[in-house]
């Protein structure tokens, strides 16, 4: 059973409107939320993360949001570019294994120009 | 160069075939992994390597095997291949310090591996 949710295996935007991504998560020992982007023929690269002390973290046109009792997150991008369209897994760990990140399946985002 | 580069980017190969996916990298990580990706499923760990003396299973490790040759070198082997094993390989790399400061893993750019 998958610990990390994205149900949205795809989402298409219309640019300048707002990307919202949506994950969910089942292990309530996560403590640390990660994002990634990945174009096609490249590896992920990490975009944002969140500790779970907190409930927002703002980098740019990029934000993330944790609600910790609805075991949900979401990251908001705030315009939309065509350059944003990637996929993008959600991730999640715990404090006893910092380094085995969980991903979840990944949301294939198209910006339309 | 990369800071993370893996060898074949592409690759078909047999059933039954034995077969090496190679990692390296020069970011001076100590920490180095080796996820498969496949559609609907994102990315599952294999196996992963905290130093040179170190070696960990992860959720989906049976027909797969790991050496860590170098602090900057961590191979995966598929002893013998089977069509299951077609996917997307990545290598990744952490430094232990680098959690709580936003970096977590860096990743090579992939292998296509299909097994034929």
């Known amino acids: 059973d998958q610990q990390v949710k994205q149900n949205s295996p795809s989402l298409s935007v219309q640019e300048g409107r707002i990307s919202i991504l949506n994950c969910d998560y089942t292990?309530?020992?996560?403590?640390?939320f990660l994002w990634y982007k990945k174009y096609p023929a490249e590896g992920p690269t990490f975009l944002i993360s969140i500790s779970s002390i907190k409930d927002k973290n703002e980098d740019g046109r990029f934000t993330v949001f944790l609600n910790k009792s609805a075991k949900h997150l979401s990251l908001h991008i705030v315009p939309s570019q065509p350059g944003d369209s990637a996929v993008y897994f959600c991730?999640?760990?715990?404090?006893?294994?910092?380094?085995?990140?969980?991903f979840g399946p990944g949301t294939s985002l198209s910006v339309i120009p | 160069d990369a800071d993370v580069t893996q060898t074949p980017r592409n690759r078909i190969t047999k059933t039954g075939k034995r077969i090496m996916l190679e990692c390296s990298q020069t970011?001076?990580?100590?920490?180095m992994y080796w996820y498969r990706q496949d559609p609907g499923l994102g990315l599952r760990l294999i196996y992963y390597s905290f130093d040179v003396k170190d070696i960990n299973k992860g959720e989906i490790s049976d027909g797969y095997s790991v050496s860590r040759q170098a602090q900057a070198k961590f191979s995966l082997s598929l002893e013998s291949a089977i069509p299951n094993q077609t996917a997307l390989y990545f290598c990744?790399?952490?430094?232990?310090?680098?959690?709580?400061?936003?970096?977590?893993?860096?990743f090579g750019s992939g292998t296509r591996l299909t097994v034929v």
């Open positions: 990744a790399t952490s430094d232990a310090g680098s959690w709580g400061s936003n970096y977590g893993y860096t």
């Open positions: 970011k001076g990580h100590d920490r």
């Open positions: 991730a999640a760990s715990d404090r006893t294994s910092y380094d085995k990140v969980i």
């Open positions: 292990n309530s020992m996560f403590d640390y």
